[in-house]
């Protein structure tokens, strides 16, 4: 298999979403509602990505795992496993909920998925900011009582962020994002957050949110203090590195070439500024594509651009 794989995306309506598929990407939004999340590459019973361009448009991704899965994913791939990431766009124009997804040894005891994820900042307002884990010195006792007393903002680290700044969140790690951020969320497959604060907010049904604080409690890593983001910078560099995958970040200038060896790995490409022409395909900004195992792929930027690649998921 040797064609770059594109897929349609699947936009979600948020509470705290905006129009910014529109305005930043120049995508056409159906709805007229919040849009805040564009599901751009998924493999789940409830969300199928479909190959948008090629000779394999209209098929599911997980069809072609099923059928071609050793040609997409490797040798080593075990048939019936679904995709290993889901890639999201997250269009933040207010804050989302302080909540937290759980770990691996605690998931399958709450009914859920262990969920690492990693945040880049393709774009933010001015003084926007990202919580992620607790201020120093912060006891689950302290984090209890701010609940009840309505003040959990005490508890939790927050800083500002800039274009091109990211940080890797793990399961277990409390977390919110703060309103005017666009956002590349790669992540595990996994669709299971916990709720543990809402700011008083209220749903697209007008009614206040489910909030899952008992559960949320177990899964908080309550010696997670203050963890740094990997701030942007004009070089290319690995910016996350987990278990569940690695994300390089690569400074294109016009014309420089990129080599992605066929039968390494297979690859998520994700264009968050520029334009990247691979084969004669043109990936402009907001852009993912699947680069499968099987096929060797040769890119130039025809502009500056930054170009984040997530491999080693397989």
């Given at each position: 298999m040797r064609e770059i794989l594109r897929f349609e995306p699947l936009?979600?309506?948020?509470?705290?979403?905006?129009?910014?598929?529109?305005?930043?990407?120049?995508?056409?939004?159906?709805?007229?509602?919040?849009?805040?999340?564009?599901?751009?590459?998924?493999?789940?019973?409830?969300?199928?990505?479909?190959?948008?361009?090629?000779?394999?448009?209209?098929?599911?991704?997980?069809?072609?795992?099923?059928?071609?899965?050793?040609?997409?994913?490797?040798?080593?791939?075990?048939?019936?496993?679904?995709?290993?990431?889901?890639?999201?766009?997250?269009?933040?124009?207010?804050?989302?909920?302080?909540?937290?997804?759980?770990?691996?040894?605690?998931?399958?005891?709450?009914?859920?998925?262990?969920?690492?994820?990693?945040?880049?900042?393709?774009?933010?307002?001015?003084?926007?900011?990202?919580?992620?884990?607790?201020?120093?010195?912060?006891?689950?006792?302290?984090?209890?009582?701010?609940?009840?007393?309505?003040?959990?903002?005490?508890?939790?680290?927050?800083?500002k962020v800039a274009e091109g700044d990211s940080i890797l969140v793990h399961s277990g790690q409390v977390h919110a994002i703060d309103a005017g951020n666009l956002i590349l969320e790669i992540q595990q497959n996994s669709d299971t957050t916990f709720r543990v604060y809402d700011w008083a907010r209220v749903g697209l049904d007008g009614k206040p949110r489910q909030l899952h604080v008992h559960e949320s409690l177990q899964c908080i890593q309550w010696d997670d203090f203050e963890p740094a983001p990997v701030r942007g910078a004009p070089t290319s560099a690995v910016i996350a590195e987990c278990d569940e995958f690695r994300i390089r970040r690569l400074v294109l200038g016009p014309g420089e070439k990129v080599n992605f060896p066929g039968k390494e790995q297979p690859r998520i490409i994700s264009v968050v500024s520029g334009?990247?022409?691979?084969?004669g395909v043109v990936l402009g900004r907001g852009d993912n594509a699947l680069l499968p195992y099987s096929g060797e792929f040769n890119g130039v930027a025809d502009e500056f651009g930054i170009v984040l690649v997530t491999e080693n998921f397989a």
């Open positions: 936009y979600q309506e948020r509470v705290w979403g905006g129009r910014a598929f529109e305005s930043t990407f120049d995508r056409k939004l159906t709805s007229d509602k919040p849009i805040g999340e564009s599901w751009e590459m998924v493999d789940r019973p409830e969300a199928q990505s479909v190959v948008s361009h090629g000779k394999l448009k209209g098929a599911k991704l997980g069809d072609l795992l099923k059928k071609h899965g050793k040609d997409l994913m490797g040798p080593e791939w075990s048939a019936g496993k679904p995709f290993p990431i889901l890639v999201k766009w997250l269009d933040c124009r207010e804050r989302l909920s302080l909540q937290v997804h759980p770990p691996a040894a605690l998931a399958a005891q709450l009914k859920g998925e262990p969920k690492t994820e990693n945040w880049y900042i393709a774009d933010t307002a001015p003084g926007a900011q990202l919580i992620v884990g607790l201020k120093k010195s912060v006891t689950r006792a302290d984090f209890e009582k701010a609940i009840i007393e309505q003040r959990v903002e005490d508890c939790v680290h927050s800083f334009r990247l022409n691979i084969g």
